[in-house]
């Protein structure tokens, strides 16, 4: 006789919390919908690299179907209050794409990055280039065009197909930040915040300023950002309630996160392991195997180019960043001050120094709580060498180091919970040789 036993609805578990409002819901939907349909539309798209069919504008509508499935399938599964809030959370979906969308083509890419190689990626990839297939682009174009992970250029080449126009492909931005938000809420009164704490934290993290100051660009670490946040979410969300459409909206979000970046792959295990680790302890197999497909899938099969390429062509799959013969791409980027240091000096002076772009110029330090005028142009630009998560993030760290000792004073039981958590995110930063750089370690935020 079997012995599996179908996970009980979020409203029937001994001290769940009690079902979610119809704006509850409709804010969870909404945020499954946003990341499924960047996902599912990269995800399409790449699988059909795989059997020689070039990038094709219809696939955005391909996304957008199985998109709603999800959604659909979301809101079946969740013990809610009926169909009003699917319905309130299509009609927000297709709100917010096509704002993004709007806001995206008539925001103007100013960033160095931008136009130099994600752009050049997505042009090539819209007018024909199969990375799976198809020789390495030539050299006139940045060598990264071949040798990074390609989910945020195969979206956006998918978008330029459908809409005659590069700069919607950017809408993917907005996109996941909204999703992020929304899914991030769900799990915060998940896990026993009230309404309007949930709220305010929720538009906290999302509202990362990697995400926020990259929003009208092709860059993609403010995508990671909004991508870490969305798979966290569902990943405490699956935790608590074992519920299986959470479950595939994670896995479709690991497999995108994975191909955003080279260090979305490793980040990504920071999420995966933990909830593999739950799985295994209650024997869910099927979510163990899922999980694990997914992210396996992601990296040889959907993100062939780059992981399965580089490791024939370099010796590596996460070339030129490791190898036999690597790269040094940072060191260019450093500030004088911080060359020699080690890389927890740099970051600790980058977080204690004003919000700014200079490279050439020495750190200048400053008290927390304190803010300069002159750190706010800084913030304009997509990638601030210095003081990176803006002008108060120093005494934010002081904040919460001294919620820390409050928890340890106040309730002793809870400190380990929350010292594993600070952790494993200190971890995460730490394993990064540009954790100085507020783009690269987002989830510091």
Known sequence: MSTYAAPLRAD???????????????VYLLGVGGLAFVACTW???????????SVRGWTVAAGATLALLLVRGSAAGSGGPGRRPLRLALVACGLLVAAAAVTAANAYDLTWDGPACHEQAVMRLAQGWNPVYDPPID????????LYPKSTWIFGAVAMQATGLLKTGKAMNLILLV?????????????????RRAAIVAALLALNPVSVYQASSYCVDGILASSLLACTALAVLWAKDEEPRALVALAAGLAFLSNIKTTGAVFAVFILAPVLLVALRRRRWRALLALSSAYAAGLVLLGFNPWVTNTYRHGHPLYPFAGPVKADLLTIHEPAELRGRTRIGKTFLTLAAETSNAVDEPPRLKWPFVVHLRELPPLTTPSPHLGGFGPLFSAALLIAVLGVLAVALGAPRELPFVAAIGGWIALSVV????????????QLW
């Open 43 to 53: 995800a399409i798209q790449a699988a059909l690299f795989l059997v020689r069919v």
């Open 179 to 195: 999703a992020s938000g929304a899914l991030a809420f769900a799990a915060l009164l998940r896990v026993g915040l009230a309404r």
């Open 431 to 442: 394993i990064h040789p540009g954790m100085w750089w507020a783009r690269y370690v987002p």
């Open 12 to 26: 029937e578990r001994p001290g769940a919390p009690a079902p979610r409002t119809n704006a509850q819901e409709a």
């Open 139 to 146: 050299a006139s174009v940045d060598a990264c065009v071949n």
